[in-house]
């Protein structure tokens, strides 16, 4: 079996050129792994316009009740699918459609971030990121829906799961697509809990790297110490596939073989925020693990890390407000109110109150190591349980910290709570130990869902 992307350099995909599709193939093509789409194509067993076609075709059937995208770019996105299918395999990500986030700036669509102030945008530039996945082959398929500028007040996506329920957010549109089979891949933030939330309320895999690990240029900026590209997918792999076209680094693949990672049950010093199902879903988790060969032990964090989460906060509004300064002064009561006020908190924060928070979360960076032991990964709550009823985006609490920390986290779906609804756990490593984590995490994920 080929590997991904190592095609030789002029060989032509020469498969069935016939783009019509039937019902059929469009649902087993939908539900294929990026992984294994990508070698299906290699083999020039479909071709990348039958894949666009059929996740079009999903789209049309169930946007119109998700609410995920903001805009399709169906036109660009069959025209670059039929361009891949003349030609020779592009890069890791040949023909793998991926949704944008409505931050990221796509030069032939629309960027608006959520907001009715840039409604109709064209900065007719790619964010980093975007232009890395088009020069591995990717297809960027549509802008999908956030909230606000990223931040608090909710947006019209729905949960797959029970559309009365939120997706969470800000990274709504991405989370819930992924999830109702619109798209293999997508691109989410993370600056409190907008990517590992979201993952857990829609049941995907959802990856926050370490620190800027993915380049942020032409990704909108919120609070830039804490700002953190990474996405969402239905499996580990399939979004260490994404990061490594992006990266263009091998190194970031899951292997086929992983080995039974150490892990360090960590309750944080949040858990009495979680509910009693998620609670019994780390503990569930961990003994499963253990069962299946993976050496598990308790991890108490120190009590340095206690202040860590009023510290994110301060650093949060802080830079959030001065990040929109020109967005409250120009168009101040056409944002959000939510918003607005948040921003208007930011000078309440004393600047000696900032700088000792930034201070704070540099110190027990340094301590992770030792906090972490002979552990490869930790294993904690992605959230205090399902997704809410109603469209607040929910509680961040069992992120904030570990996006202030920097350190990467894989979400990964883990158990169904009382309403049905998925319960995820999030897979944390240490400072650039991004590889390890993400096959770490894969182990815990193929163990969990056995």
């Known amino acids: 079996m080929p590997e991904l992307g190592s095609c030789p350099p002029r060989r032509v995909l020469q ?192 990856y926050k790297p370490t620190y800027n690990l993915i380049p942020k240029k032409g990704v909108w900026n919120s609070a830039d110490s804490l700002d953190t590209v990474g996405g969402f997918a239905r499996s580990v792999p399939d979004i260490a596939l994404w990061v490594a076209g992006v990266m263009s680094y091998r190194g970031l693949l899951v292997p086929e073989s992983v080995p039974a990672p150490r892990i360090g049950l960590c309750k944080t010093h949040e858990w009495d925020n979680a509910t009693p199902e998620m609670q019994a879903c780390l503990m569930s988790a961990a003994a499963k693990l253990a069962k299946a060969g993976a050496v598990v032990k308790d991890v108490t964090l120190p009590d340095r890390f206690k202040g860590l989460l009023q510290a994110q906060i301060a650093v949060g509004v802080w830079e959030t407000g001065r990040s929109f300064a020109d967005e409250c002064h120009r168009f101040g009561e056409k944002l959000r109110p939510e918003l607005f006020e948040r921003c208007g908190h930011a000078y309440d924060v004393d600047p000696a109150v900032y700088h000792g928070a930034q201070a704070l979360g540099r110190e027990c960076r340094q301590m992770i190591p030792d906090a972490m032991g002979d552990c490869d990964v930790l294993l904690a709550p992605a959230a205090p349980g399902e997704a809410p009823k109603g469209m607040p985006t929910g509680n961040p609490i069992f992120n904030q910290v570990w996006t202030f920390l920097h350190t990467p986290c894989v979400g990964i779906p883990a158990g169904i709570g009382p309403q049905g609804l998925p319960l995820g756990l999030q897979v944390v490593g240490r400072l650039g130990d991004d590889a390890r984590t993400l096959a770490a995490a894969h182990w815990v994920h193929q163990r969990l869902a056995a």
Do not use: W
Not at 158 to 169: M, Q
Not at 173 to 188: E, I, K, R, W, Y
């Open 15 to 206: 498969c069935n050129r016939n783009p019509s599709i039937g019902k059929t193939l469009m649902t087993d093509l939908i539900r294929l792994s990026a992984i294994d789409i990508a070698k299906k194509m290699a083999q020039r067993e479909i071709t990348a316009e039958q894949y666009v076609r059929a996740l079009l075709a999903r789209i049309d059937e169930r946007d119109g009740s998700v609410r995920a995208f903001v805009h399709v770019g169906r036109e660009p996105a069959l025209a670059a699918a039929k361009a891949l299918d003349q030609g020779a395999v592009q890069g890791m990500l040949h023909g793998i459609p991926l949704g944008v986030k409505d931050i990221f700036e796509t030069y032939d669509m629309p960027t608006q971030g959520g907001s009715n102030v840039y409604k109709g945008l064209h900065t007719a530039l790619d964010a980093a990121c975007v232009a890395a996945t088009r020069r591995a082959g990717g297809i960027i398929l549509g802008k999908t829906v956030t909230t606000e500028l990223a931040t608090f007040p909710h947006n019209e996506t729905r949960n797959p799961h029970n559309l009365e329920h939120t997706p969470g957010g800000s990274s709504s549109g991405s989370a819930a697509a992924v999830a109702d089979f619109m798209l293999p891949l997508a691109t989410g933030t993370q600056t409190l809990g907008s990517t590992i939330r979201p993952g857990s309320f829609c049941g995907v895999v959802a």
